[in-house]
């Protein structure tokens, strides 16, 4: 059998029954005359008893565009097919988002016979997107610190721009989550945001990915591979840690910002591309200049605009509200109800310095969900190196240190007994009567 005879063998509707798009072919006269499984799964029309050929298209189909004229017939019409038409079906309480294509449907004479409507549901694809859109909207980026506001009205300007952006701040102060704040809340929104750890990787693998390769570039290029540079065409690349990156590689990157184009790695076809770079470093880049180690005019082309992250040391009235997001978050994640920190609680995590900044505070809490199994979390709950060093720390530093560490000592087990005296007298080795006699001479009182 020639390949004419089997494709002349085999059943079309098999073939569209077959698909996982939804196929519904119409007539001239709007009647239905064929739909595929997926569109009856689709329209909830899957039932035996649903007869729908020779209905009115518009009775079978019926979402939003329908309203509007038929899209199959204005394909037909102007010979003009649509593509990724968005329309929303109702079905039952629910709402459906269909992405709709048309076609010319033609006789062997070449004459126009119908037209189809092919469709799919990507109502999750849009509830992923709007999901990762409202994850990224710049309300989230936490803090009222004034030094924060400072962040929100660059964020505003430079969101809709092209233009490169240098985000500086030690580890954990939120680079990232700021570079996906930019190119979120960009026109470049709905095209690719690539990331690259440039401190992750060894100098020639770091170029391969940036700027791709050809097949026989050098060991192991058994094939042509696109860097990140052709996977963030039209969208966004963000660099983290760029100031780890090679004088080399420095040199091409800044041919790339310059003029919008570069080779893979072993080719010489100049590649061009649209890309807007968005860079992070913990490092001071402007000693990094002066020492020689980063090139100056690529330093001041990444830093077309600056963003400075403070670290959280520095922004210490923002902690509560990083508290209450974390708090929401780990409840989500953990399946868990824990809604408060005592004072005393707080009062060691506003007093403690975080040299890991918010993702330090971010593990803090975690730990706490761990160990907490109420609804409340206690000093006894944080990590014991915070509560020891704060607590000796806080002692130090007031005018009667013993005094104070003796005050903190009864604190602590108060807070760990559930201020039930007996079993906080128990703890300290102490009769109750002493307990509070020193409750008092110390001012402790239950908050």
């Not at 590649?271 to 001071?284: E, S």
């Not at 180690?293 to 830093?303: C, H």
């Amino acid at each position: 059998m020639d390949k004419g005879e089997i494709l002349t063998s085999l059943n079309s509707d098999a073939i569209l029954n077959g698909i996982a798009d939804g196929v519904v072919v119409l007539g001239l006269d709007h009647k239905v005359l064929f739909m595929n499984h997926a569109a009856r799964e689709i329209l909830g029309r899957t039932g035996e008893s649903d007869i729908v050929c020779g209905e009115n298209c518009r009775d079978v189909v019926g979402h939003s565009a329908c309203s509007m004229g038929c899209l199959v017939m204005n394909t037909i019409k102007t010979g003009e097919h649509i593509y990724n038409y968005e329309a929303v079906l109702g079905r039952g309480d629910k709402k459906v988002t269909l992405s709709i294509n048309t076609a010319v449907i033609k006789d062997q004479d070449g004459k126009i016979v119908g037209g189809a409507e092919i469709f799919r549901d990507v109502t999750l694809i849009n509830e992923l997107k709007s999901e990762l859109k409202d994850r990224y909207a710049l309300k989230n980026v936490i803090g009222k610190n004034y030094r924060m506001h400072e962040v929100y009205e660059l964020l505003h300007e430079v969101a809709p721009t092209k233009s490169s952006v240098l985000i500086e701040g030690e580890s954990g102060t939120g680079k990232e989550l700021i570079a996906n704040a930019i190119h979120h809340n960009s026109p470049r929104a709905s095209k690719p945001f690539i990331k690259l750890n440039c401190a992750a990787l060894a100098e020639g693998v770091l170029e391969s990915e940036l700027f791709g390769h050809v097949k026989g570039a050098f060991t192991g290029a058994i094939a042509d591979k696109p860097g990140r540079f052709e996977l963030a065409h039209n969208g966004t690349l963000f660099l983290d840690e760029i100031g780890e990156i090679s004088l080399q590689t420095q040199v091409k990157l800044l041919r790339v910002l310059q003029e919008g184009e570069f080779e893979r790695v072993g080719g010489t076809n100049p590649l061009k591309v649209d890309v807007r770079l968005v860079a992070a470093t913990n490092k001071n880049l402007k000693e990094a200049v002066e020492s020689g180690e980063f090139r100056e005019d690529l330093y001041y082309r990444l830093k077309v605009v600056p963003i400075v992250l403070p670290p959280l040391r520095e922004r210490k009235d923002d902690i509560p509200l990083l508290v209450k997001h974390f708090l929401a978050k780990f409840n989500k994640e953990m399946n868990m109800e824990v809604n408060n920190l005592s004072p005393r609680a707080l009062e060691l995590l506003m007093d403690y310095s975080y040299p890991g900044n918010i993702r330090e505070l971010e593990h803090i809490i975690e730990h706490a969900f761990v160990r907490c199994r109420g609804k409340t979390i206690t000093p006894e709950h944080l990590p014991k190196e915070l509560q020891s060093v704060d607590m000796i720390g806080r002692a130090m530093d007031s005018e009667e240190p013993l005094k104070e560490l003796e005050r903190e000592t009864i604190l602590r087990a108060l807070e760990e007994s559930g201020w039930k005296l007996q079993a906080c007298a128990r703890r300290l080795k102490i009769s109750r009567t002493t307990l509070w006699r020193k409750m008092k001479e110390l001012g402790i009182e239950k908050e």
